[in-house]
């Protein structure tokens, strides 16, 4: 979602801002645009598109500075078109503003400030608040930092804002409630980010703003304050993350650098952790609160998208090894629902990014009601990991491609040392937790061996990259994997795709079935497979075209299928780590194929910051 840069310091700001506007793309936009204070005043371009677009439209001695904001916009009021684009100015140009986030009572500031003689040129939420600072310096004649923080106290919703003032060229104001910001410190230079993609390549040392925080950059120095003016010490954190990291380092595209990573991220994420020389666990964010997690009564999981599908193989895992009661619910439900929780209830947040609006909001719901609330997140420093109680980082390193591939597969990962760490010395025994931990030791080895599909998968996108539908069939911990591999192809290639857990196709989906749609079955030989391979009997009785994920050497299935792609065989606790990457691949080659911004899939964005 929107992605604001901004930067003080000694150095060209426009081609800096531009580099940082590019590494946030990934977060999904649909305009960008910046603003530079120079010797010529404040200079703002902006316009629908591409980065790539903005740069073009501009010449260098057109944008002379060293301090300026930018930013990427993913429309939600108003469509995307030039003047919608942020920053936006106040009606005399002398201020610009980079906002991300909602401002909820727009409508009523919009009315009250046109009453006042105010002009709006765009659709946006924005430019109220623009004109709204503009209002309360006028009739109060405070500095453009006071009259920012007394129009703050006015606004309903969230933002993450920067501001630069074409009468104060050493000075960037920031603030958020709601929408994540970043400060960098460099050698002599300060930047603000939405994330720690910009400021990788400039300095290792960032300050996390929380909800309420303001932060004022000057050229040798900076200030962070509440919105109420309160003066804040700010803890300095090191990043973790390196440029390699996010570059596509050779690829085309992150998404497939992602999926090929998975061996080296599971290895980071169960690094230290899991201890086969030791027979145990060490899952160090948990130390703290294990005895309150293993005395739950009952563990609710809130996440989003892919994070919940996640959490959905984590109800299985937990259940079956801590024998504790599950329940999943979106968060976006979850938030609104009054959710009843009482003591002994736990709640576990799952988040790639740590900034998605509904499970932060559900996080704080179910602090409110008293729970002990966990996190499981990958970015180090995000707001959910830091306003969880305590939590597990899945270490995988940023995952820049939209679609979620190496999250995942982490997030199970993570999932199954908690069920296995809640299990040791109750219901497993020391023998059975050996097998646990070989299985997971073993774990990166066979994801190497899985990746070598690759090239098959392949060609059989060549066969299917023109089909409208997709059906994706599983059961017990390959449901989850099911409805994963139908939002994987849907997100990236477009194509409508459901998943279902197998045996309730007869309910329903099987009506859709005919020779023009394929179903993809995850058969592995586990508990559930002779039921599988019946239903995959029916979809081929009625000319259904399945493709089957099965283990290697098994060859029941060939003639049943039109293509049957074998995995190692692995315990079935941790089989969805493998059996997800075909599908990955799957979905990103007949992507690929059909010509789609795989990396940036339209409408979709990677932190989805807005409810
Ligand atoms: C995954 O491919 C999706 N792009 C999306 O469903 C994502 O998983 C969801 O928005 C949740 O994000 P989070 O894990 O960062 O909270």
Redesign the pocket.
Known sequence: MCGIVGYIGDKPVADLLITGLRRLEYRGYDSAGLAVVGDEGLRVEKQKGKVSDLAEGFAEHDLVGTLGIGHTRWATHGVPNDVNAHPHTNSAGDFALVHNGIIENYGVLRKRLKEKGYTFVSDTDTEALVHLIDNVRAETNLPLEEAVRQALTQVIGTYGIAIVSAHDPNTLIAARKGSPLILGIGEGEYFIASDAAPLVEHTRQVVYLNDGEMVILHRESYEVKTVENVSLEKEVHELEWSLGQIEKDGYDHFMFKEIMEQPEALEDCMRGRVRPEENTIVLGGLIDVLERLRAARRIVIV?????WHAGLVGEYLIEQYAQVPVEVEYASEFRYRDPILGEGDVVIA????G??AD?LAAVREAKRKGALVLGICNVVGSTIARETDAGVYLHAGPEIG???TK?FTCQVCVLAMIALKLAENRSLTDAELAEGLRALHALPEKVREVLKVNEEVQRMAQVYRYASNFLYLGRGYNFPVALEGA??LK?ISYIHAEGYPAAEMKHGPIALIDRFMPVVFIATRDRTYDKIVSNIEEVAARQGSVIAITDQGNGELDALCEYVLRIPSIEEFISPILTAIPLQLLSYHIAVMRGCDVDQPRN?AK??TVE
Do not use: H, N
């Open positions: 996440a989003c998208g892919t994070s799952i988040s790639q990014s900034e998605t499970t939209v679609a979620s999250a939002l994987k997100e979709l932190s989805v």
